[in-house]
């Protein structure tokens, strides 16, 4: 990976490995703000967006403030960038002016992220229409990636992230991510984004040893782990199975810190980086979030 060749020689050791951790940072006062923030709160890595998550409307990012944010990021070494895209697009509709509209924004997040030297660009698969199949809905998404990769420059990894499920929503089982990802190319420029509340609310039971071990067993026979890139460490406010997005802070949801330590040093997350996307509910909670999954990564199971 290119960012952990910009990292040789650099990187503490923490316990029996090293994880990267960072948060999603803001980008209110710029994008060298949501560098600025990552720093003050000692990240490693960061996730960010380059767009409001809940417009269509970009900005384009000129040619200056890409090579300053480019020259900080690499000066602060903040390794990798994830780049999330906005909540609205959806490529597994029928809906023809929403579907146009969402592989206009993949094309534009691509290349954006791209310009960025972003090693990642983190989407949701989408919900198929009410009118159609799951199937279709696969079809139209997969067919949305292959033409924004053949229009877009290399370069930047798309993952695909794992979703609680319930209603069309694609993407929540590995089955699902699977027959999503099969029919993608090249196959070399996407990979899987796992989210530990995700999982859980898709009835995943990833807070108990047993339940871990289960999942990720079928993780490796029907995905496999080498598609496994980043994790989305977000605990849980909604139980195993409930099918609802609802993230909390480390320790205090339904995964907990056990299961966290747990799924912390699981093999199958030893070439991953964790991204916090938990509550901002006071400014103590990212501090506290990166504290404890620090001491966690430190601590292996018994």
């Known amino acids: 990976m290119m960012w952990a060749q910009a990292l040789e020689g650099s990187t503490p ?5 090293h994880m990267r951790i960072g948060v999603h940072c ?3 006062k710029g994008l060298c703000g949501a560098l600025e923030e990552a720093r003050r709160l000692g990240c490693d890595a960061l996730q960010m967006f380059t767009r409001s998550p809940r417009m269509w ?4 990012l000129s ?3 890409v090579e300053v944010f480019r020259a900080e990021r690499q000066r602060r070494k903040l390794f990798p960038l994830a780049v999330h895209t906005p909540y609205l697009p959806n490529l597994c509709t029928s809906d023809e002016r929403l579907y146009s509209r969402s592989l206009l924004a993949l094309k534009e997040d691509l290349r954006d992220a791209a310009r960025l030297g972003a090693e990642f660009l983190v989407i949701h698969p989408g919900a198929y229409s009410p009118e159609a199949t799951a199937m279709e809905g696969r079809r139209r998404m997969i067919q949305a990636i292959n033409q924004a990769f053949s ?3 290399d ?3 798309l993952l695909l992230e794992n979703v609680a499920g319930g209603g069309r929503r694609m993407g929540a089982t590995f089955e699902e991510l699977t027959q999503l990802i099969e029919d993608i190319r090249p196959l070399s420029r996407v990979g899987v984004c796992f ?3 995700h999982a859980l609310a898709a009835g995943y039971a990833i807070h108990t040893e047993e339940g871990l071990t289960q999942t990720m067993d079928a993780c490796q026979r029907i995905l496999g782990w080498d598609w496994l890139r980043m994790l989305h460490l977000n605990d849980s406010k909604v139980p195993v199975g409930a099918h609802r997005d609802l993230h909390q802070h480390i320790g205090k ?3 907990g810190r056990d299961g966290f330590v747990r799924l912390l040093h699981h093999p199958a997350f030893q070439r991953c980086f964790g991204i916090l996307e938990t509550p901002k509910d006071s400014p103590q909670a990212d501090p506290r979030n990166i504290r404890v999954i620090r001491t966690l990564l430190r601590h292996p199971p018994s």
Do not use: H, Q, W
Not at 13 to 17: A, M
Not at 57 to 60: K, L, Y
């Open 13 to 17: 050791s923490l316990g029996t490995f």
């Open 26 to 28: 803001s980008i209110r």
């Open 57 to 60: 409307a970009r900005r384009t």
């Open 63 to 65: 040619d200056e403030e």
């Open 151 to 153: 229009e877009a420059p």
């Open 155 to 157: 370069g930047v990894m």
């Open 195 to 197: 989210d530990t509340a």
């Open 253 to 255: 949801g339904f995964i």
